[in-house]
């Protein structure tokens, strides 16, 4: 039976256009068990396949008629085609990871088509160095970033001699709970209990013209909020095409806990004072730094402390703060302690709100992206904020598929019109992966600014006397 797609979900689909897919995406590096043999990323492929059982999640896909009443709705596909969506492919000589990135991003530009469900999954051969590699994108509308990682990890053991696991597509089997599983509602249950609670409190209602006016107030004081009116013009904030360029590299946790230990700040500001000062050093290069400080878009998802597994469902749960970069300070210190302050006062100005709010006063902030390329004022009025910048946790420890270990997880993201560059990040094992994702023809050699950021690390570690 057809079922109501939710409103963010709604969004997700009519914004999409051939420039801007809204799809997600992950690239996972797996190392072969020890003695397997030379058919056995064929038959990692095979059990892929064969998962006994597919998660209702991938099965449907939208679906809008008069019987609707124009309304999207999710419908199950009743000619669902597994070899459609699970596909395996090889990279050409000489099988280096730019080889792989390459592929990655030509398979990111494409757009998931609505008559199937909205995914696909690319187990990739081919790396010289004996790895394999998995590449998957699943539609926004289904899935937001931590609950595809969420659902990954669900699907993935800590003990290398478990075999017969499901596919992220398949349905867990009830014998045990994995690894990640900690019960709980899932991401999309958040909006919509609270979306009942608004409906049905009127104190929740009476509090919503408190949070929307000291959101305006913050962003005119030019103050961190889901709201910002002072990003200047860059280079990223014009109209994008549909092709994609994805750079990715990891680096120890270790070293940016290190760094915030001895800043005071924590490791989330440490990610936000790397990818500012790669950004500035990036723009600086190009001639196209502003004087004023670039503002970031920072994903903050809903129900992090109440849930920690991904919904059977899907669904988005997320809500935005604008951070200041302090892309106007060329010390690396003050650039870390002014983002530190940044990220302080948006949290605290979370904190006052319920989820609702938080979703609505994120909506408001969120308005002007989507509206100003609607209305074709691209370049008349400032952009909203400048790129979006998110941080997804991942496992903490070593995971294995059915004895593969799995070596790195690299997350793609949604660059949108207006918003070319996407630096989305995921932790895993003791390394922080961060995944840039650009329209190809607005950031020019994206892969420099994974260079940028290593020497950024460098810088802080200086800065910070380590």
Same mark, same amino acid.
């Given at each position: 039976m057809p079922t109501p797609i939710d409103p963010t979900s709604t969004g997700f689909l009519l914004a999409e256009n051939r420039n801007m897919p809204m799809h997600v995406g992950g690239l996972q590096l797996f190392q072969k068990p020890e003695g397997a043999g030379r058919d056995h990323v064929r038959e990692m492929y095979r059990s892929m396949l064969e998962a006994e059982q597919i998660s209702p999640l991938f099965l449907k896909?939208?679906?809008?008629?008069?019987?609707?009443?124009?309304?999207?709705?999710?419908?199950?596909?009743?000619?669902?085609?597994?070899e459609h969506h699970v596909r395996h492919n090889a990279l050409p000589k000489p099988g280096r990871v730019r080889e792989l990135l390459e592929l990655c991003s030509r398979l990111h530009s494409t757009r998931l088509a609505w008559e199937r469900p909205l995914w696909e999954a690319h187990l990739i051969e081919g790396l010289r160095d004996g790895r394999v590699a998995m590449y998957t994108k699943t539609h926004h509308?289904?899935?937001?970033?931590?609950?595809?990682m969420r659902l990954l990890a669900g699907t993935l053991s800590t003990d290398p001699d478990e075999r017969d696991m499901p596919p992220p597509w398949g349905v867990l089997p009830p014998r045990r709970t994995r690894s990640g599983d900690s019960g709980g509602g899932g991401l999309s249950e958040v909006p919509m209990a609270a979306l009942r609670s608004a409906m049905g409190i009127t104190a929740e209602a009476a509090g919503m013209p408190s949070a929307l006016v000291k959101t305006i107030r913050k962003g005119l004081r030019n103050e961190t909020s889901a709201l910002s009116l002072h990003a200047p013009r860059t280079i990223f904030n014009q109209d994008i095409t549909g092709s994609r360029r994805f750079a990715a590299q990891d680096w120890p946790i270790e070293r940016l806990r290190a760094i915030g230990k001895a800043t005071g700040t924590t490791i989330n500001d440490v990610v936000m004072a790397m990818c500012s000062g790669a950004v500035r050093t990036y723009l600086l290069e190009l001639g196209a730094l502003p004087d004023r400080p670039l503002v970031a878009m920072v994903p903050v998802g809903l129900n992090a402390k109440q849930s920690q597994i991904a919904s059977a469902e899907g669904g988005n749960a997320v809500g935005a703060v604008m951070v200041?970069?302090?892309?106007?300070?060329?010390?690396p210190a003050r650039r870390l302690g002014a983002i530190h302050k940044s990220m302080?006062?948006?949290?605290?100005?979370?904190?006052?709100?319920?989820?609702?709010?938080? !979703?609505?006063?994120?909506?408001? $902030?969120? #308005?002007?992206? *989507?509206?100003?390329?609607?209305?074709?004022?691209?370049?008349?009025?400032?952009?909203p904020y400048n790129l979006i910048i998110s941080n997804v946790p991942g496992p903490r420890s070593t995971h294995y598929w059915n004895g593969a270990r799995l070596l790195g997880t690299y997350p !793609?993201?949604?660059?949108?019109? $207006?918003? #070319?560059?996407? *630096?989305?990040?995921?932790?895993?094992d003791g390394n922080m992966a961060f995944g840039l994702t650009?329209?190809?023809?607005?950031?020019?050699?994206?892969?420099?600014?994974?260079?940028?950021?290593?020497?950024?690390?460098?810088?802080?570690?200086?800065?910070?006397?380590?």
């Open positions: 896909h939208p679906y809008r008629s008069v019987r609707t009443g124009g309304q999207l709705v999710w419908k199950p596909d009743e000619q669902f085609d597994i509308a289904l899935l937001d970033g931590v609950s595809a200041q970069l302090a892309t106007d300070l060329d010390d302080k006062d948006g949290k605290e100005a979370l904190s006052s709100m319920t989820p609702v709010q938080i !979703l609505a006063m994120s909506a408001i $902030g969120q #308005a002007p992206a *989507i509206l100003t390329p609607m209305l074709r004022m691209q370049g008349i009025v400032r952009p !793609l993201s949604i660059p949108i019109n $207006g918003m #070319a560059l996407n *630096i989305t990040c995921t932790s895993y650009g329209c190809r023809r607005t950031v020019p050699h994206l892969q420099r600014l994974l260079t940028y950021l290593d020497q950024e690390v460098a810088a802080l570690e200086r800065a910070a006397g380590l």
